[in-house]
């Protein structure tokens, strides 16, 4: 039971972490907005070993064209929140 409430306290640090840098203007867990729900990210990439890694390249360093044309810009973040953010995308579902 500790674990479950320390995943569950981790997970809402880190989508407290998304909505301070901005991610949620965007984005929303399970609808689409200007950009893809996490649930449609975390079940694109469930088969990827290295999503989290792959995600958190582009939350750093922005893109397009994964979801439309409609480009996602580079988001002010260090590795480690990328990485948090990434991973927490991840478990959306």
Do not use: R
Request: aromatic share 4%.
């Amino acid at each position: 039971a500790a674990a479950g409430i320390v995943m569950a306290g981790q997970a809402q640090a880190d989508e407290a972490l998304a909505k301070a840098k901005g991610c949620l203007a965007c984005h929303d867990t399970a609808a689409t907005k200007t950009g893809p729900a996490y649930k449609d990210v975390a079940a694109k990439y469930k088969a990827d070993k290295s999503a989290v890694a792959t995600l958190a390249a582009k939350i750093k360093a922005g893109g397009k064209g994964n979801w439309g044309q409609i480009p996602m810009p580079p988001n002010n973040v260090t590795e480690d929140e990328a990485k948090k953010l990434a991973t927490w995308v991840m478990a959306t579902k």
